[in-house]
RNA sequence: GCGUCGUUGGUGAAGUGGUUAACACGCUGGUUUGUGGCACCAGUAUGCAAGGGUUCGAUUCCCUUACGACGCCCCA
């Protein structure tokens, strides 16, 4: 049997209504903040994830998809989303449009070769979002408000923000050097993978799980001691446009992110979910200031985030919150012979055409066979199409929820519908989360 | 890239080196010549991830590969 690839998955049935519900929210909140779409493409040349991505880790070479297409050229399905909107950004010229700073929206499959686990795939959807051109705090607040009202949107429950500040390229670095000198002398004391962040990447040693407990890491110098003046006053004003906001946070010196090109602001936002384990966080983002420089573009201040679709569906279906998803037909339609079943496919297209949704059985299943089916499929009302009837310009309908059969003028069906599937609304368990803010965009029922 | 544990029908699964691979749910049909959801009856894996090996004989033991779960590394 053909399987799947290592670490991809076939989202379908319910799972996927929750998807697109998701990321219906996605596209209605962003609006509201007034990010434009962006589609970039899914693969990109390789350069531009080994330029964006810091020297010091080795990322890109070993944890992503490489091939070589048949013009020779070296390409990199896209293992996150920042670097084709920044190079997008800089080839399409947008930072010469007076119109800064540039707010854009992604939401698109990713590639990551690595290991599957717990929460990682090798193909994961994603989406974020991105300021170009701005350098302005309120960029930063605004992104991470942004983020939070998804989640709140989505009806997550328990959203935790974790920020913290790198500081700029001078504040960076100072920290760096500070972190080695600390952990030098006490090099013996980490765990073998620490002694090689060491020298690689030693902001990272703050994340490690082996040494967490470590008294060496919780008095390890923080960021935040090593700001310069100017950074701390610029971390000072993010905070206060959050608490203006009115967005919680926690201020969290471990937050550090992996990435050389993230300055001044880095957070993460987690939400405690039963069954989420450890790893609880739903996404993460940060100030990159150097990045559309780095791939040949102005230098151009920017902030983003991204979050994992995946981790949320799985969040919503472990807290068993209830979204507004529809999962039953109007009206299924049974017949028995040919000539009902000829008129079934007329009534189906006329019915779906006034709006109902509408099915019929496609399988030849008998009668009792037809009710099961009408069952499976939640079917609030079920035709059972008689040749009698329908000589009599009649059509029998069944309510499945009371059982009450009449049978009814053909020519009065679909006010007959209307009329009795309105008058089910208020009793539709509705709870859509949107507090009526949505504008309809949710589909619940606050709209009328 | 490294490690631990898994992989039996439509589903949940039990099980054994040897004639017909439990049980349950589901599904299909019948009792009920066009009204089900209850009940009863019947049917429903030439098959135990794939390939190779050991053996008189393997789904059961061994190896390899693929995929899955969970860790490590890495984390965008």
Redo the contacts with the bound molecule.
């Keep these: 049997?053909i399987?799947?690839?290592?670490?991809?998955?076939d989202i379908y049935g319910r799972e996927a209504k929750i998807w697109k519900y998701v990321e219906s929210i996605i596209d209605a909140t962003m609006e509201k903040y007034n990010y434009n779409y962006i589609r970039t493409p899914i693969f990109e040349s390789t350069e531009l994830?080994h330029r964006g991505?810091?020297e010091?880790?080795?990322?890109?070479t070993?944890?992503?998809y490489d091939f070589v297409d048949r013009g020779g050229r070296n390409m990199t399905l896209r293992?996150?989303?920042?670097a084709g909107v920044c190079r997008s950004y800089v080839e399409n010229k947008m930072y010469g449009n007076p119109n800064q700073p540039v707010k854009v929206y992604y939401n698109g499959t990713?590639y990551?070769?690595?290991?599957?686990?717990?929460?990682?795939?090798?193909e994961l959807t994603?989406f974020g979002m991105e300021v170009l051109g701005s350098d302005d705090p309120l960029s930063d607040a605004e992104v991470i408000s942004l983020a939070v009202n998804i989640y709140k949107m989505l009806g997550l429950k328990e959203i935790k923000v974790n920020i913290n500040s790198l500081g700029d390229k001078e504040s960076r670095d100072m920290y760096r050097k500070a972190l080695i000198d600390y952990f030098q002398p006490h090099i013996s004391e980490l765990?073998e993978?620490?002694q090689?962040?060491l020298e690689?990447?030693p902001l990272?040693i703050l994340?490690?799980?082996?040494d967490a407990d470590n008294e060496l890491l919780k008095n390890a110098p923080k960021t935040i001691d090593y700001l310069n003046d100017e950074s701390r006053e610029r971390f000072e004003q993010v905070k206060d446009y959050l608490d203006i906001m009115q967005v919680s946070y926690e201020v969290n010196p471990n937050i550090?992110?992996?990435?050389d090109y993230?300055n001044h602001t880095v957070f993460e936002i987690e939400a405690k979910v039963e069954g989420f384990?450890?790893?609880n966080v739903l996404g993460?983002?940060?100030r990159y200031n150097h990045l559309c420089s780095e791939i040949g573009g102005p230098e151009t201040p920017c902030i983003g985030f991204?979050s994992g679709i995946g981790r949320i569906v799985l969040a919503l279906e472990l807290e068993q919150i209830q979204l507004p998803i529809v999962e039953d037909v109007d009206l299924f339609l049974?017949?028995?012979?040919e000539d009902?079943k000829k008129y079934a496919a007329y009534l189906a297209q006329e019915l779906r055409m006034a709006g109902f949704i509408v099915d019929t059985e496609y399988?030849?299943?008998?009668?009792?066979?037809q009710?099961?089916?009408?069952?499976?499929l939640n079917a609030k009302y079920?035709a059972?199409?008689?040749?009698?009837?329908l000589d009599n310009n009649e059509i029998?309908i069944?309510n499945?929820?009371t059982?009450e059969?009449e049978i009814i003028s053909l020519d009065v069906l679909i006010y007959y519908l209307d009329e009795q599937l309105n008058t089910g609304v208020d009793d539709v368990e509705d709870d859509c989360h949107c507090g009526g803010e949505c504008g309809g965009d949710c589909h619940c029922h606050h709209h009328g």
């Design positions: 049997m399987q799947k690839p290592k670490g991809c998955n994830f991505i810091g010091s880790t080795d990322i890109v070993k944890e992503t293992p996150e989303g920042t990713m990551r070769y690595e290991r599957p686990q717990s929460g990682r795939d090798r994603q765990c993978d620490c090689t962040r690689k990447n990272r994340d490690c799980k082996v550090v992110r992996g990435l993230y384990g450890s790893n993460g983002g940060g991204a049974m017949y028995v012979n009902e399988t030849g299943r008998a009668l009792k066979g009710f099961k089916q009408a069952d499976r079920i059972i199409l008689n040749s009698e009837d029998k069944k499945n929820k059982k059969e």
